[in-house]
């Protein structure tokens, strides 16, 4: 069964970079897309970016300019690096495989199908 | 960029009901569009795929239909369990996006 677990300071300052890992076990970062979605307090869920196994990856616009993922495959954990945080960027960060699946017309979509529990970052002085 | 938007906010409906859950894109996203469940303090859950599709291990009750730019995420009879925040999902195939609507909050008539 795989399982992930986001980890990282729970408190970041005004202006410093926030930086979250994701380890990912009961299977291998191979072959697989890794995503991190944030949830705001009180709000809906804003997409950050996305990295394959290899190092490519993508992020959204709206947080480009300050976004890092990076893998690291012997360790089976894929991380997040945001800098010059505000109190904006306080939220609950998810983990998530993102996988492709087949429909009933055998159309692939992709999948966020296995989530971390999330953890609970704060910027603030 | 597409726009997702869902409605109502907040939907009451009483257990037992039909509830139906609305989803619009800006503009027409084929069936690249899924529906997740989140309950409180959990992460989200995926229920659907593919616009209709149903996700590994959820129950029957749920069903999604639509194609292009209108969705919606129907819940036949509705269980104590399925009070929770419902979101809709577009994705982009490249550049790949996701993009989130605002959630549905279906609560207990």
């Known amino acids: 069964q795989v399982q992930l677990q986001e980890s990282g300071p729970g408190l970041v300052k005004p202006s410093e970079t926030l930086s979250l890992t994701c380890t990912v076990s009961g299977d291998s970062l191979s072959s697989y897309y890794w995503s991190w979605i944030r949830q705001p307090p009180g709000k809906g869920l804003e997409w950050i970016g996305y990295i394959y196994y290899n190092g490519d990856s993508d992020y959204d616009p709206s947080v480009k300019s300050r976004v890092t993922l990076s893998v690291d495959t012997s360790k089976n954990q894929f991380s997040l690096m945001l800098s010059s945080v505000t109190a904006a960027d306080t939220a609950v960060y998810f983990c998530?495989?993102?996988?492709?699946?087949?429909?009933?017309?055998?159309?692939?979509?992709?999948?966020?199908?296995?989530w971390g529990q999330g953890t609970t970052v704060t910027v603030s002085s | 960029e597409t726009v997702m938007t869902q409605s109502p906010a907040t939907l009451s409906v009483s257990p037992g009901e039909r509830a139906t859950l609305s989803c619009r894109a800006s503009q027409s996203v084929s069936s690249n569009l899924a529906w997740y469940q989140q309950k409180p303090g959990q992460a989200p859950r995926v229920l659907i795929y593919g616009a209709s599709t149903r996700a590994t291990g959820v129950p029957a009750r749920f069903s999604g239909s639509g194609s292009g730019t209108e969705f919606t995420l129907t819940i036949s009879s509705l269980q104590s369990e399925d009070f929770a925040v419902y979101y809709c999902?577009?994705?982009?195939?490249?550049?790949?996006?996701?993009?989130f609507g605002q959630g549905t909050r279906l609560e207990i008539k």
């Open positions: 998530a495989r993102l996988t492709t699946e087949a429909d009933d017309y055998n159309n692939y979509h992709y999948v966020m199908d296995v």
């Open positions: 999902q577009h994705y982009n195939n490249w550049p790949l996006r996701i993009t």
